[in-house]
């Protein structure tokens, strides 16, 4: 392949498979820099995105915005990052400054936008978005950052204290996510609910105490995490939720929610639904990388550009697995 040239994933449109496309590698623009792509995840919203429901990507996108690399080339005034450094990439732009950023909520800037197309061999991205990765931390490591920062932001959105239990509604990668962080904050009892053998493992490896079939009756705790994401899943996780209790919504689901306000009321039951981070989020969890040996078992595979069409329908079927990376330099041979 021509030096000057790369491949990509790009979502083509509803109803349509996948695309690995070859394009000119981009050239980074005042205050970018230029990274060769070192591992990009697979999420659960690329999956809901591309498959023609009411919240979708444009045709024509390019995939891909857990991911992180090495600085190769810098655009004018972009001075942070010397080539050759490793980075993982908080996956928009924003000015720091506006009302929204003041407020902790970078992915809501004002004057900023998305990030995507880490599903490619390059990507040009502000370094103003870029976070050093921590030495001895693997490269691929820097694709888990942004899930992982995710479930800080929904403790901090809970209120989470020390010493809190709570329950986790499915055991992939955004419960996972925010087992990590419920550790590193001082957690009491964590209880996991899931069906899957291979799940409950990584979440064993990330701390996990107790774990539930779905739908075992348990005593209920003052925090509840859904994660999964799947049609009812909030009004089936109430039943693990005790009155006065938090229920925060990590999943994402894009189906109509059957609760009944007057049931929750009645309950005092406040209800949550985070997005993304702050930049305080993506930054600690970038530092407590360095010193984080179970998101090793975050990662069920590592695929190719060239395979990401066929896991993306793989994961469509209910695959159980936590975490899919895709490494791009494997992509073509």
Not at 16 to 42: D, F, H
Request: contains cysteine.
């Amino acid at each position: 392949m021509d030096a000057a040239r790369m491949q990509a994933v790009m979502f083509p449109g509803p109803g349509r498979p996948l695309a690995v496309v070859e394009l000119p590698v981009p050239r980074p623009g005042p205050g970018e820099v230029l990274l060769t792509v070192s591992a990009c995840g697979i999420c659960g919203s690329d999956l809901a995105m591309t498959a023609g429901g009411a919240f979708g990507y444009p045709p024509g996108r390019l995939l891909g915005h857990e991911f992180g690399g090495r600085v190769v080339a810098r655009g004018p005034g972009a001075t942070r990052f010397a080539p050759g450094q490793r980075v993982a990439c908080l996956p928009a732009r924003f000015c720091g400054n506006c009302e929204r950023c003041r407020a902790g909520r970078p992915l809501f800037c004002s004057a900023g936008g998305a990030v995507t197309g880490g599903m490619a061999e390059f990507a040009a991205v502000p370094e103003s978005s870029l976070f050093a990765l921590p030495d001895g931390v693997a490269d691929e490591a820097a694709a888990l950052a942004e899930p992982l920062a995710c479930g800080r932001k929904a403790l901090r959105t809970a209120a989470f204290a020390p010493g809190q239990d709570l329950t986790l509604v499915g055991a992939g990668s955004m419960a996972l996510a925010v087992l990590f962080w419920a550790r590193r904050l001082g957690a009491g009892r964590i209880r996991v609910i899931t069906g899957s053998p291979t799940r409950r493992a990584a979440a064993e490896a990330f701390g996990a105490d107790d774990f539930l079939e779905p739908g075992q009756p348990a005593p209920p705790d003052s925090l509840v995490v859904e994660c999964t994401g799947a049609a009812g899943a909030l009004e089936a996780a109430l039943q693990w939720l005790a009155p006065g209790g938090a229920l925060v919504s990590l999943g994402m689901g894009m189906a109509s929610e059957p609760l009944v306000p007057a049931a929750l009321a009645f309950r005092e039951i406040s209800l949550h639904f985070p997005v993304g981070y702050a930049v305080e989020d993506f930054a600690a969890t970038v530092r407590a990388l360095a010193a984080a040996p179970e998101v090793a078992a975050m990662v069920s595979e590592c695929v190719p550009l060239a395979a990401v069409p066929a896991a993306f329908e793989r994961l469509r079927r209910g695959q159980a697995r936590s975490k899919v990376l895709v490494v791009p330099r494997g992509g073509h041979s």
